[in-house]
């Protein structure tokens, strides 16, 4: 199915930006249906990368199936905090066997999700921090995800430090000392299409204080499309107006802060671009 917001001059990169989308999940439906055209959209609004992440084994594999076939598609693997009730020994050491793939550039997403509480709260904790320790035998970035478990979660990564492979704080929604303590653990902040939203003054002040090095941006695609197209299936394409965004808060221009965002994915990711 084509999207016709898509055929939109807003999705042809004629101003020369250069983007890296650090979180989707192009292995979930809707996206996941029409793969090859959301992939040449992006590349039309100026993507060179875009990090899909897994959620589960099933969708890990799904993941890491489709960076195999496109160049420019890099994994992440890990178990969601929705999954962990289904997380075994078994399930762990598939899930780890994944990340010998040299596409497969990040641990996650994982952490503590205390909104929807899918699964037990001691349950995610123990899987959480089962994986935190995978990640960092395995040498990967680990990918957070912290929904209502801020205080929580920090300190659960505070606890397992330090991180030599670095890690980034996916759709962040913490507070300013959330993204203190997230800064001091070395660790990147992403940006999502929240950003954008007409209440979140909140996140726009925190993203105007994040160091120029810890910036990233995200969609967290087909979830949280950014105005004007909040309500719709979100893809990677949309991510310039997150990215417009980001940069009018900060006070430069779109390509310069295109430029730096991709800079920091390429380095924490450490991605062949
Ligand atoms: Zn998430
Ligand atoms: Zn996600």
């Known amino acids: 199915m084509e999207s016709k917001t898509c055929s939109d ?81 078994n399930s762990l050491s598939q899930m780890e066997k994944l990340c010998e793939n040299p596409k497969v550039v990040g641990y996650g997403e994982i952490g503590l999700d205390f909104f929807r509480n899918r699964s037990p709260h001691d349950r995610q904790l123990e899987v959480f921090e089962d994986q ?16 209502d478990a801020y205080e929580e979660g920090l300190a ?47 996140l726009r002040a925190i993203v105007a204080t994040i160091p120029d090095d810890r910036v990233l941006l995200e969609t967290d695609c087909p979830f949280l499309s950014p105005e004007p197209l909040r309500g719709k299936d979100n893809e990677p394409a949309y991510i310039v107006h997150t990215a417009r965004k980001v940069a009018e808060i900060r006070g430069v221009d779109l ?9 920091n994915a390429i380095r924490l990711f450490n991605l062949p671009l």
């Open 132 to 147: 935190i320790e995978l990640a960092k035998k395995r040498n990967k970035p680990i990918i957070i995800h912290l929904r």
């Open 156 to 202: 659960v990564l505070e606890k397992h430090g330090p991180y030599p492979a670095g890690g980034v704080i996916h759709c962040f929604s913490g507070d300013e000392s959330d993204a203190r303590r997230a800064l001091d653990l070395g660790f990147y902040v992403s940006i999502p299409g929240t950003v954008t939203y007409k209440k979140n003054d909140k």
């Open 9 to 89: 001059s807003s999705y042809n990169n004629k101003n020369g930006v250069i983007l890296i989308d650090s979180h989707a999940h192009l292995e979930l439906e809707p996206l996941v249906e029409q793969t090859r055209a959301v992939v040449a959209r992006a590349v039309s609004a100026g993507l060179i990368g875009i990090i899909t992440v897994g959620i589960d084994l099933e969708d890990a594999q799904g993941a890491l199936a489709i960076a195999q076939e496109y160049e420019m598609v890099f994994a992440a693997v890990g178990f969601h905090p929705h999954n962990a009730k289904d997380v075994g020994d």
């Open 255 to 263: 390509q310069s802060l295109g430029l730096l965002a991709t800079q």
